[in-house]
């Protein structure tokens, strides 16, 4: 048989890097709840009108780069590329606007799109995705990327930019569309892409990543000089808002984010130190999104980070299973003795290896070494005898004999400190 692979773009996550992945996940909880956030679990699949409707079919999420199948059924089927467009039909499906208002939920999980596979860019991403529904003001699109910027900071990550823009509403962005159109059609020959964009969706353009594309969009009007009364309110609120809680961020007009949905507030998280990929987490307002899937109508805010740029980022954490204890049973009539012993000590939620009755004690040491056990437990033959076993700390080599069902003496000797004792 051929070796099998995984496929292109896809990835295992094991251990040591597993532990960052944890570490990541559980500092993400413990700071959405602090905010109110509550968890959801919503689908991988969806049916793929949901992705074209709300993503829009001129983004390249929608139009290139999507998994999609048809199931046995003949019903058309995709991998969610992205958790907003799930979240809102849940929102609406369930009436979850009948939930005291704003309703905050928060989603981690795989997401699919069929990219070309490079460094932080894969076919199979995580994302851990927020949002905040039934809010139009400025307070809580400052509460989300405070939030983003609190969990970071957890992390210890603390060079990474917050780059903000507003992309207007549709009352202003028409406006900006048309300048748009005169500037670019001004310009020399634009990729295949940015030709269809121009005619349908000309705010694409601006996110283009064909280095001709990128060159000629040099002086392009800029929507901050574009939108109207209530969206330049809007975002100057949220500017003042975090600057009252010294948050820094940068303005980039150019930040325009790769779905359809959005309206007003847009940004993204950035850092240098991840090459061309630099965004690890992007978000933004989307006020009609609800609406459009036939919901009451609900503003709404949101953001989603990418999980293998932030491991990248975050780097190896300790980890978190090495064994407090080894057991090494010395002889068929030990091994049960440390079977007993390792399962009292696992009830008690420490973290036991037990070896098998085979090896001899040289092997467990070895074992315990190689495992970055901190003590180990010696059951041989004269142990059985006296009931008392032998459990040495590796750190100092210091040891000491404890009664075989002395549990909490045992656990007590691991919580000395080394020095104390000796
Ligand atoms: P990019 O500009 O990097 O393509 P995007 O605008 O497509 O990102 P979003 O759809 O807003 O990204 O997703 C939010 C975050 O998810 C990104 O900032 C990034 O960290 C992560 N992400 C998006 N696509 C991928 C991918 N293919 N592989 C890994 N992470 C990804
Ligand atoms: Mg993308």
């Known amino acids: 048989m051929t070796k099998l692979s995984t496929l ?69 089927i995709t991998l969610r590329p992205e958790g907003t467009a799930g979240m809102v039909r849940s929102y609406v499906e369930n009436n979850l606007h009948l939930l005291p208002s704003p309703q905050k939920f928060h989603y981690y999980g795989p997401m699919f799109r069929y990219e070309r596979p490079q460094k932080g860019r894969l076919r199979q991403f995580y994302q851990i995705g927020v949002e905040a529904l039934g809010s139009a003001s400025p307070l809580v699109d400052a509460e989300v990327i405070t939030m983003a910027h609190t969990f970071f900071q957890k992390l210890n990550l603390t060079n990474l930019t917050i780059e903000l823009n507003s992309i207007g509403c549709n009352k202003c962005r028409g406006t900006y569309r048309n300048a748009i159109v005169e500037f670019f059609s001004k310009k020399g020959v634009l990729c295949n892409d940015c030709q269809v964009r121009i005619a349908k969706n000309p705010l694409r353009m601006l996110d283009c990543k064909v280095e001709r594309c990128v060159e000629q969009r040099t002086g392009a009007p800029v929507i901050l000089d574009y939108i109207c009364e209530e969206c330049k309110t809007h975002h100057e609120r949220l500017k003042e808002l975090l600057t009252a809680i010294n948050i820094d961020y940068k303005e980039n007009p150019h930040i325009v984010r790769g779905l359809d949905y959005y309206n007003r507030t847009a940004f993204e998280i950035t850092t ?21 899937f036939n919901g009451p109508a609900t503003p709404a805010v949101g953001f989603a980070i990418g999980i293998e740029r932030l491991v990248a980022l975050v780097g190896v954490t300790q980890n978190q299973n ?15 003795k440390a079977f007993v012993l390792s399962q009292s ?15 001899s004690l040289k092997n467990h040491l070895k074992r315990a070494d190689k495992l970055n056990a901190s003590f180990v437990v010696i059951i041989g033959e004269n142990e059985l005898k006296t009931s008392q076993v032998l459990c040495k700390r590796l750190s100092d080599a210091f040891q000491k004999e404890i009664g075989i069902d002395d549990i909490d003496t045992l656990i007590a000797f691991a919580a000395e400190k080394p020095g104390a004792t000796a």
Not at 273 to 282: D, I, S
Not at 345 to 359: F, M, P, S, Y
């Open 322 to 336: 090495n064994p407090v204890f080894y057991i090494a049973p010395l002889g068929k009539d030990a091994e049960d």
């Open 272 to 292: 240098e130190h991840l090459g061309a990929q630099k965004a690890v987490a992007a978000g933004g307002r989307y006020d009609n999104l609800v609406s459009d």
């Open 8 to 76: 292109k773009g896809v990835c295992d996550v094991l251990p040591p890097e597993i532990y960052t992945w944890n570490r990541i996940e559980e500092t993400s909880k413990e700071v959405f709840k602090s905010f109110g956030f509550h968890e959801v679990k919503i689908p991988v699949i969806e049916h793929s009108e949901l992705f074209i409707r709300s993503i829009g079919e001129t983004t390249d999420i929608v139009g290139k780069e999507m998994y999609t199948f048809m199931d046995k059924g003949g019903r058309s």
């Open 345 to 359: 000590l696992r009830q008690r939620a420490i973290v036991t290896e037990c070896g098998d009755g085979l090896h």
